[in-house]
């Protein structure tokens, strides 16, 4: 409808309902411990000035390392998409169609042996990104090591480690891999 001529209680803007599921999910991330949740892709149709949206499709991400709490998170997400839905008289289709569950690496205590003997600080964090760790952590022990980033910044073209820490993160791997291959030999002898 337009947006000039349509009184508020006669439409079903689809923006409105999006933009309260996106609010939403920022509380819903905040309300969990270590919590993500992130829309960064959206489109509306049909995208004009002076016509209320009739359709907004986007992306919902939703990260907890714990699979529990995870799950938990998505449920309040579907419960709020269908009190919208109900509330304002519109169509809310969630689809899941990609899930991956939070993976703990089991050689993190090898990595972290590897930097105190270096001498270096460390830190567990969780890593929220999806590498290519979480699929070999099934099949060989994972770990994963990170540098320091120039203000914190990673996964950006910003991103910046000195080369100083870059060779850090090198010998800690270096070492991680020499600690594991002893075990790993006497276990086979």
Known sequence: SHSGTTPMHLRKDAMFAASAIVTEMNAIALRHENGLGTVGFMQVWPNSRNTIPGNVKFSADLRNPRPDVLLKMHEELTAFCEKIAKEHDLEVNLDPFWYF??????????????????GYSHMDIYAGAGHDACYMADLVPTGMIFTPCLKGISHNEAEYSSPEECAAGANVLLHTMLEASKRIAEQHK
């Open 101 to 118: 569950a939070p993976v703990e690496f089991n050689a993190s205590d090898d990595v972290k042996a590897a930097t105190e003997k270096l």
